[in-house]
Antibody
Framework: QVQLVQSGAEVKKPGASVKVSCKTS????????LSWVRQAPGQGLEWMGW????????NYAQKFQGRFTMITDTSTNTAYMELRSLRSDDTAVYYC????????????????WGQGTRVTVSS | QSVLTQSPSVSGAPGQRVTISCTGS?????????VHWYQQIPGTAPKLLIY???NRPSGVPDRFSGSKSGTSASLAITGLQAEDEADYYC????????????FGGGTKLTVL
């Protein structure tokens, strides 16, 4: 079955960077884009961006442009995200999710999701 | 504030029907973009519940259904069960944000 397994929790100081991995299995990695979504404590979901493992194309949410990078490694079927210049309000659970569907008026949807990686930013 | 607006909470007794609304604007749902729904049980990752307004992935019970009209969408749950207690999120696309996928703020469903 399709699985996305993320790396473990991280604790970082303000100003530092964090890198989270998302190892996929059960499908052809290059056939589907992957997206990153975060959820601050007690808050809703926030889309951060997507990446195509096929050609490396990316689309970043405006809010994160400049300090957020997504890459993929097709040799290990793994996606990575890096968030730099961390602030306390970056404390959240970060999810990767496979991107499905899409069309002219049909936004892509996300299925399945990784288990999430908790990132805590604290001095 | 989320681009898509959901009521913070809704509740119902076992066996009842509840609806969860998701209100957008003319730059997202009202522009014709479809809506998807996710269920998130506390402490776990979101799970796709409905895609393309009213389509259920394999394994999702037919007690869950979706609809869309104008600038809003709704998720209906019939025959409420204790296991339905969770947070529910709507998702669509907003063309005013340089092309961005957007979520609602979430609705917490309590089964009484």
């Amino acid at each position: 079955q399709v699985q996305l397994v993320q790396s473990g929790a991280e604790v970082k100081k303000p100003g530092a960077s964090v890198k989270v991995s998302c190892k996929t299995s059960g499908y052809t990695f290059t056939n589907y884009a992957l997206s990153w979504v975060r959820q601050a404590p007690g808050q809703g979901l926030e889309w951060m961006g997507w990446i195509s493992p096929y050609n490396g194309n990316t689309n970043y949410a405006q809010k994160f442009q400049g300090r957020f990078t997504m890459i993929t490694d097709t040799s290990t079927n793994t996606a990575y995200m890096e968030l730099r210049s961390l602030r306390s309000d970056d404390t959240a659970v970060y999810y990767c999710a496979r991107v499905l569907g899409g069309g002219t008026l049909t936004p892509n949807w996300f299925d399945p999701w990784g288990q999430g990686t908790r990132v805590t930013v604290s001095s | 504030q989320s681009v898509l607006t959901q009521s913070p909470s809704v509740s119902g007794a076992p066996g009842q029907r509840v609806t969860i609304s998701c209100t957008g604007s003319t730059s997202n749902i009202g522009a014709g973009y479809d809506v998807h729904w996710y269920q998130q049980i506390p402490g776990t990752a979101p799970k796709l519940l409905i895609y393309g307004n009213n389509n259920r992935p394999s394994g999702v019970p037919d007690r869950f259904s979706g609809s869309k009209s104008g600038t809003s969408a709704s998720l209906a749950i019939t025959g409420l069960q204790a296991e339905d207690e969770a947070d529910y999120y709507c998702q669509s696309y907003d063309r005013s944000l340089s092309g961005s996928w957007v979520f609602g703020g979430g609705t917490k469903l309590t089964v009484l």
